[in-house]
């Protein structure tokens, strides 16, 4: 499954509880809780470059499937991790948190989970 291309934030779920729980500051909050950001996913072969740009906030992460990435999570923190691709998902844990990616037709859904709290984002392939 193919997951290059550039995608704008269609809905989300959870947004403010999930937010708080990995401690960001509620100005920051309800500053991006209206924002539509926009990921960008450059792939070759086993290999991802993503893009997010959320207002004026660029955060890139560059992985290898399989093998041991420094990944900047959405506090800024780096984290060392794998990244797994499973089927048609990304899969990887941040810390207490995991994700999963997964594209199906135009549309690109991330999913992450901290303890009870499920934050899904869906994006809408825009090129």
Known sequence: MAFAGKY?????E??????KAIGLP????????????VS???QNGDHFK????????VMVNTFTIGQ???LETLTGEKVKTVVHLNGNKLTVSLKSIESVTEV???S????????PIVYKRVSKRIS
């Open 50 to 57: 993503v893009t997010v740009t959320t207002g004026t906030k």
């Open 40 to 42: 960008e996913i450059e």
């Open 26 to 37: 509620d100005e920051l909050i309800q500053k991006g809780k209206d924002i539509k950001s």
């Open 68 to 70: 041991e990435c420094e």
């Open 104 to 106: 199906s037709g135009d």
């Open 108 to 115: 690109i859904c991330n999913t992450m989970t901290l303890g």
């Open 8 to 12: 704008q934030l269609e809905s989300q």
């Open 14 to 19: 959870n947004f403010e509880p999930f937010m």
